[in-house]
């Protein structure tokens, strides 16, 4: 009876064993198989053991068994969903709901056995659907039945695969279908039970362990309640368009999730470790999460969440891009329909890094309010304002460090592409690019950035405005540092553009307009422009060629524009155009013996070509004038004018191996002039000239020059000569001065000396023979000259002839004022032929005449004090003036003397004849002979004491002279000499005349 009961209650054929009853356990079943309702052999349920508490005898009252309490030991039940989503005990249930209903007919008789409670003891089950089977073993269970509508449970039980642990308490009304359960649990894998109810679910359990749970379970016609606090990983994903999977370590002390079908609410605080979230491909968001007062809620495709979100070590990677940090976000408010999402909210972010290929920033960020948004596939992030603290990094290769303030911020973004925008503030910013340059200041900057990966391979290209004050520039190359840059650039990611930035270099105010390509090395175009320019300030721009041209400049300049267009690691290639009006400049150079000072003027400089303009200078105490250019520095080519206080010059021509060669060397110097060409080197030691061309010399001008000797100076030269020829200055020293020119001159004054028409041929080299011909008229007479100068080791050896004929001696007197009263006349001839060193007169040799005719020469002042010791004091009228009508003699030049034997002077009444020699040391030796023709004329009362026989004496006899010493310091003897021992012959009185002189001497 009891099993035909139990199959009809069950709709399954049922088996029992045995059955014993035993008075302290009451009824034993023994191996109790419930088939399952196909009869397939595994068994529906399968009992070892049932002991059933003894009846209550109601059943004798109303005809209804009631048992108290039933205990299973060791049951195994099979619970099986089928592919249509069905299980086994399906129909168990909708029968007992259709016999739960009363009615009439039955009101007495609802049932003919009920049970009171029933304990199970290591029981097993084994869930199972087409795809996967869980057993959960080791079950113990109590459930006390209060049919027809209530099932009260507490169980325990292990499911030894996932090594978890459940306990339950609750109830299940069979009326309404509701299960409520309070449930601990730990190591429980939900996703294998989830999959085994067939639930449908919005999220794909990769993972979910729970290590532990304190839950509260309301389950009732497919709606979910659960709260309480959970433990455990989880790895789920979103079945969206748009996946969204989230992975980590999550814990919730409180929390209530509420789903029915497919919509859901879940509420809480939590916590979740390593935690990572995904959108998408290439979206992630991961680190230690938190949350407060979390609310997250599914309705049909909409997702709304809000809260307070915390994520420590955060990490969020997005189109190539990084942010790290401890995140705070507060106020969230998200929102998400289909593919399209909304997220506002406050944030703040401390030890933040951002990462790309260009950019590697760290940052403290704190923003007050800021939203994200998602449509399709953009991303766009828009912050109305934000700060940072300690930032610093590399931004597009450059290190960079401060703090900023942002501005309506967006950012935009899909897989491919990337866009920021915004307005920045800044203080203490600090930006060192790779070549150390460094930018300190203070800018504000509006900013957008772009990225297309398809095209730029993960480049981002900046394009906005920086607006400077009071910033620098520090570690330029030449230039070192730029103070005070103020104004606005333009840049995008390759060029950088102003047209109003002033920048102060060193103590030097510039306004600076034009680009910078920064594409590949940094290249400058750009004009720089200022009204007072310190020039050392600028010079390091061009201070190579300074270097390479041996200069260096100092001083100011006004009205400045100087444009630069290359490198900006190498000014020395660069493109570089200046102009400026220079203000007491100074410069210096190794090719100038001096510095020139107090520069003023206007000065140009293109590539390869400087000019100047009235530009006036000091040298060597000395003003001058000058224009002109330099052009083609390699090779360089000069053309200038040069105007002082007596002279004008214009040259042109170009530096060739160290020296100048001049094309034009033009001018005048005080009234002399000169059209030349050649070369001037001023850089060997000495310097040195070479010219060829004409030279108008007046020799006024020379006792101007400096390098003139002083003797040559008090020469009273006067008068014009004209040079043709070559002109050579091996040291700029005019006692080497080579020439090979023709000299013609109408007049010259030398030493007051008048020279006409003299015309000469120069052959003079330096350490060579020098050959000097000349032809002048001199006093009305010729003058003819030929020389040659030959250098030795030691001297200068000469080999000269020279000719004068027919010089007026009238003419002559008065360039002398002592002989300018004189009665002085005649005709001078003379010619002269010597050799030898010149420093060393001891070694020259030579012979020469000299003939003085038709004259009136001077008187013979000795025979003044001849007349004197013979008269005492008496003087003859006859002898007072003797005036010589002709002079002539022959010399020799040799041993350091000048030797004459036959030195004649003749007048009417008496010949003087002489001999011996002048040294070139000034000392002298003759001997003289006066020959008196006639007896002189007694005219004066005085004579008249002297015996007639003396007077007659001296007309029968000569006089005897002896001439020594000096010729400043002459000393003079007389003797009379007996005419008896003359023999004249010819004109001289000495021919003939044997051991005379001897006699004379010996006196």
Not at 430 to 457: E, R, S
Not at 946 to 957: D, E, F, L, R, Y
């Amino acid at each position: 009876m009891l099993t035909a009961k139990a199959k009809s209650l069950l709709q399954r054929d049922v088996s029992i064993e045995r059955v014993e009853f035993q008075l302290n356990k009451g009824f034993v079943l023994h191996n109790i198989r419930v088939a399952e309702k196909d009869n397939r052999p595994l068994s529906f349920i399968s009992i070892e053991e049932i002991q059933i508490g003894i009846p209550l005898p109601s059943f004798f009252q109303t005809g209804h068994i009631f048992i108290p309490s039933a205990k299973m030991t060791k049951p195994i039940a099979h619970l099986i969903r089928a592919s249509n989503n069905q299980w086994n005990f399906t129909d168990l249930l909708i029968a007992k709901a259709r016999t739960s209903q009363p009615t009439n007919k039955i009101k007495a008789k609802e049932s003919f056995l009920s049970l009171g409670a029933i304990t199970i003891e290591k029981g097993q089950l084994v869930v199972s659907d087409p795809s996967n089977t869980k057993v959960v073993d080791n079950f113990d269970a109590t459930i006390t039945l209060a049919l027809p509508n209530n099932i009260s449970f507490a169980t325990k039980f292990t499911i030894p695969s996932d090594h978890s642990t459940f306990t339950s308490k609750g109830q299940f009304n069979l009326t309404t279908q509701e299960l409520t359960a309070a449930i601990q649990t730990q190591n429980l894998n939900p996703p294998s039970l989830i999959h085994l109810t067939g639930v449908p679910l919005y999220v794909v359990f990769n993972q979910w362990l729970i290590s532990n749970a304190d839950l509260l379970l309301r389950f009732k016609k497919g709606a979910l309640t659960l709260s309480g606090s959970i433990a455990g990983p989880i790895d789920i994903t979103t079945k969206t368009d748009i996946p969204v999977s989230a992975k980590g370590l999550v814990i919730s002390k409180e929390f209530t999730f509420h789903k029915e079908n497919s919509d859901f609410n879940l509420k809480g605080d939590f916590s979740a470790a390593d935690t990572a979230i995904t959108v998408g491909a290439n979206k992630t968001f991961s680190g230690n999460f938190s949350g407060e007062n979390i609310n997250l809620q599914k309705t049909n495709t909409q997702f709304t969440l809000t809260g307070d979100l915390f994520n420590q070590n955060a990490k969020m990677s997005f189109a190539q891009h990084t942010l790290n940090g401890d995140l705070k976000l507060k106020n969230i408010v998200f929102h998400k329909d289909g593919s399209h999402f909304d997220l506002s909210t406050q944030s703040q972010i401390t030890k933040a890094s951002f990462k790309n290929s260009a950019w590697d920033i760290a940052a403290d960020f704190s923003s007050a309010q800021w939203s994200l948004q998602n449509n399709e596939k953009d991303l766009t992030l828009t912050i109305p304002n934000f700060s940072t603290q300690n930032l610093s990094g590399d931004f597009l290769k450059n290190k960079i460090s401060g703090h900023a303030i942002g501005q309506n911020i967006q950012i935009r973004t899909d897989i491919a592409n990337f866009n920021a925008q915004g307005y920045f503030t800044t203080q203490n910013l600090k930006i060192t690019t790779p070549n150390q340059i460094t930018f300190i200041g203070h800018p504000q900057i509006d900013l957008t950035l772009t990225q297309n990966a398809a095209v730029d391979q993960g480049k981002l290209n900046p394009k906005g405005t920086i607006l400077f004050n009071n910033d620098q520039l520090q570690n330029i190359p030449t230039i070192k540092t730029i103070h005070n840059l103020q104004g606005k650039i333009s840049f995008t990611t390759d060029t950088v553009a102003s047209k109003e930035l002033t920048l102060k270099l060193d103590q030097t105010i510039l306004s600076l307009s034009g680009t910078i390509d920064l594409s590949k090395t940094p290249v400058l175009k750009i004009t720089a422009k200022s009204n007072n320019v310190i020039i050392d300030d600028v010079k390091k721009f061009f201070i190579q060629k300074l270097s390479n041209l041996q200069t260096d400049i100092w001083g100011t300049a006004q009205n400045v524009s100087v444009t630069y267009d290359g490198l900006l690691s190498s000014p020395q290639s660069a493109i570089i155009t200046a102009a400026a009006t220079i203000k007491n400049a100074k410069l210096n150079t190794a090719k100038l013996p001096a510095p020139i000072i107090q520069i003023n003027g206007q000065v140009k400089y293109v590539p390869d070509h400087f000019s100047w303009t009235d530009l006036g200078f000091s040298y060597q105490e000395q003003n001058y004038a000058t224009d002109g250019f330099v052009k083609n520095f390699t090779t360089p080519h000069i053309e200038s004018t040069l105007r002082g206080e007596n002279f004008n010059i214009a040259l042109a021509g170009s530096p060739v191996d160290n020296a100048f060669s001049l094309t034009l060397l033009k001018g005048q110097y005080h009234q002399t002039t000169f059209d030349l060409q050649g070369t001037l080197n001023l850089f060997n030691a000495p310097p040195n000239a070479q010219f060829n061309g004409t030279v108008a010399l007046n020799l006024t001008d020379l006792s101007s020059l400096p390098i003139i000797p002083p003797a040559l100076k008090q020469a009273s030269l006067d008068g014009i000569i004209n040079f043709d020829g070559q002109y050579f200055l091996p040291d700029l020293a005019w006692q080497k001065l080579s020439l090979n020119a023709k000299a013609t001159a109408k007049e010259l004054n030398l030493y007051g000396h008048s020279f006409q028409n003299v015309f000469a041929n120069l052959t003079t080299h330096a350490n060579k023979s020098q050959n000097i011909k000349l032809d002048a008229t001199l006093y009305h007479g010729q003058l003819s000259l030929d020389a040659t100068l030959t250098p030795t080791a030691k001297d200068l050896f000469a080999d000269i002839s020279a000719n004068l004929s027919e010089l007026n001696l009238a003419e002559l007197k008065h360039n002398f004022p002592k002989l300018e009263n004189k009665d002085l006349s005649g005709l001078l001839y003379a010619n002269t032929k010597f050799s030898g060193p010149l420093a060393n007169s001891s070694a020259l040799k030579g012979t020469g005449a000299i003939l003085i005719t038709d004259g009136k020469l001077l008187e013979l002042e000795m025979l003044k004090g001849i007349w004197k010791v013979l008269f005492n004091n008496l003087l003859v009228s006859d002898y007072r003036n003797i005036k010589f009508t002709q002079a002539k003699a022959t010399f020799k030049i040799a041993d350091g003397k000048v030797t004459t034997e036959d030195l004649i002077l003749k007048s009417i009444p008496a010949d003087i004849s002489a001999r011996g020699w002048v040294g070139f040391d000034n000392t002298l030796n003759f001997d003289i002979v006066a020959d008196v023709r006639e007896t002189p004329l007694i005219t004066s009362s005085a004579i008249q004491a002297v015996p007639t026989t003396i007077i007659s004496q001296v007309a029968k006899n000569v006089i005897g002279i002896k001439l020594t010493g000096s010729l400043t310091n002459p000393k003079i003897k007389y003797k009379i000499l007996p005419l008896k021992a003359l023999k004249k012959t010819g004109d001289s009185i000495f021919q003939g005349i044997a051991g005379m002189f001897e006699d004379l001497l010996d006196q």
